[in-house]
């Protein structure tokens, strides 16, 4: 049987389907009051009200209950914990706190006075948390706590045993982040999100749907985070909404997009090989950061700079999560079963795209055109000449026979993200990414610094001529 949640708002009073606001049955004024919160309704008119209750003024944690209503009669009310009542002798502390809100906090066996003292903090892992941590406000015990972060674990196929931010909604877990815009992830076949009893996710191989899911969820989280942490940007529009990321798109589907307003997987050759990685991850979600910014053209060499913002950041994201299983690397792609990745360090590598620009650049398609700025990234992060990071072996040339040390991939980041969202339009080229990028070296860290001799440095190592800005 179909069910439909409704939610539920407050404008003067809370009235849904004629219940407001009102006190419990028996309850003398002043004591118990209800407040519904949300509605679920049958297609045969029944309701399930749930409610949240006060006490005297204070906020009742853990006194939510149901009522089930048919034909306009309760029929069933169920109450947390099964406590019908959750008055407490008395709503005078005998203890003081000036760090937490009195309230009364429901235990297995009563209510009790208590005080809600909540404690933000950073786990090891950068998963987010916003402990409430209740104690009684007569005796000082603790009494229970809760993080308003549920973080599960999720085993992956290409990053191994993650953490996730999920919710809860009795009876399940929800792949559904609250840290992150809500941010959420659904199985394609049926739009529905992924749910499950134990907040242990997927088992590492493909064959189990929500493995993939795990892959996408973590991907759509460390991209939020990167943005969030680095660059001070609160989801891919910069509006604090999160994304909806889709898996087990089409059969045999190898790619992944971004549609506009969120990501799709598919599950590769042979549906055994999900397009999920973290790059990939990275890359797509970036089309849309690149849509909200510079809205870059997707043809000639605009469409080589969509393609390499999401190259770049794709990467940065990567690095960024520091993930044992998947270290970070100058390659796309390279979990995946899709032949030779993608290179920055020499693009070429792949038969087909550029490692320097030339006036024909434009007439590439732009995952090939994206070759300069892919090299000019890598250089301007590493420098030329033979080295071997995270295992992987790198040995990349200028285009102009000049040899240099990198200004670190930190700082290339951060200047281009700078000239995408301030400086290129929806045509820009080459040209105008070597001023936009120059200027915004400049603004960063000053004229003549060597951030910004770095940056310039490395666009005339990919041939890209001298114009308007220089360091």
């Known amino acids: 049987m179909s069910r439909r949640l409704m939610a539920v708002g407050a404008v003067g009073g809370l009235l849904v389907s004629g219940l407001a606001v009102m006190p419990a049955a028996g309850t003398p004024a002043g004591g118990e009051l209800r407040q519904v919160r949300d509605v679920v309704r049958d297609p045969d008119g029944s309701e399930f009200i749930r409610y949240e209750r006060t006490y005297d003024g204070l906020r009742v944690v853990g006194g939510d209950l149901i009522v089930q209503h048919s034909k306009g009669k309760a ?9 019908r009542s959750v008055a407490v002798p008395s709503t005078q502390p005998k203890l003081k706190s000036a760090a937490g ?22 786990k090891p892992d950068q998963t987010p948390s916003v402990l409430h941590t209740y104690t009684d406000a007569n005796t000082g015990a603790v009494l229970g706590s809760d993080d308003e972060i549920k973080a599960g674990e999720g085993n992956s196929m290409y990053a191994g045993v993650v953490s996730l931010g999920t919710s ?21 076949t049926t739009n529905a999100i992924f749910t499950d009893a134990d ?68 599950d590769g050759s042979g549906n055994v090989h999900p397009i999920t990685s973290l790059d990939v991850a990275g890359h797509e979600m970036t089309h849309g950061v690149t849509q909200a910014t510079a809205n870059l053209n997707y043809s000639g060499e605009a469409g080589g700079l969509n393609e390499s913002t999401s190259d770049i950041f794709g990467t940065m994201v990567e690095w960024y999560a520091n993930n044992a299983t998947d270290l970070g690397d100058y390659l796309l792609g390279e979990k995946l079963d899709l032949g030779a990745p993608r290179r920055m360090d020499k693009p070429s590598s792949d038969g087909s795209s550029a490692d320097c620009w030339s006036s024909s650049v434009g007439g590439l398609d732009p995952h090939n055109s994206s070759g300069p700025l892919n090299h000019w990234f890598y250089l301007a992060a590493e ?20 040899t240099f040390t990198g200004i ?45 001799l770095g940056i310039q440095r490395a666009f005339a190592a990919i041939n890209v001529p001298t114009s308007t800005q220089t360091c």
Not at 101 to 122: C, F, G, K, N
Not at 414 to 433: D, F, H, P
Request: glycine share 10%.
């Open 75 to 83: 029929e069933r009310t169920t109450y947390n914990r099964g406590l």
């Open 101 to 122: 809100e009195l309230i009364v906090y429901v235990t297995a066996t009563m209510p009790v006075l208590a005080y809600d003292v909540i404690t933000r903090s950073v």
């Open 168 to 188: 809860y909604v009795a009876p399940n877990y929800l792949l559904k982040d609250p840290s992150r815009g809500n941010s959420y992830t659904v199985n394609a």
């Open 199 to 266: 907040d242990i996710w997927g088992d590492s191989l493909p064959t189990n749907p929500q493995t993939a899911a795990v892959d996408a969820h973590f991907g759509a989280q460390v991209t939020w985070d990167y943005y969030k942490f680095t660059h001070g940007r609160l989801g891919i529009f910069n509006n604090g909404v999160g994304t909806k990321s889709r898996v087990h798109y089409g059969s045999n589907y190898v790619n992944a997009f971004w549609d506009g307003t969120q990501m799709t997987y598919g």
């Open 383 to 402: 420098g030329t000449g033979a080295k071997t990071i995270n295992g992987v072996a790198y040995n990349s040339t200028s285009c102009n026979g000049t």
């Open 408 to 452: 670190g991939r930190n700082i290339a980041a951060k200047v281009w993200y700078r000239t995408l969202t301030t400086k290129l339009t929806s045509s820009s080229n080459y040209l105008a990414a070597r001023n936009g990028a120059i200027l915004s070296a400049k603004e960063l860290y000053g004229a003549g610094s060597p951030q910004c």
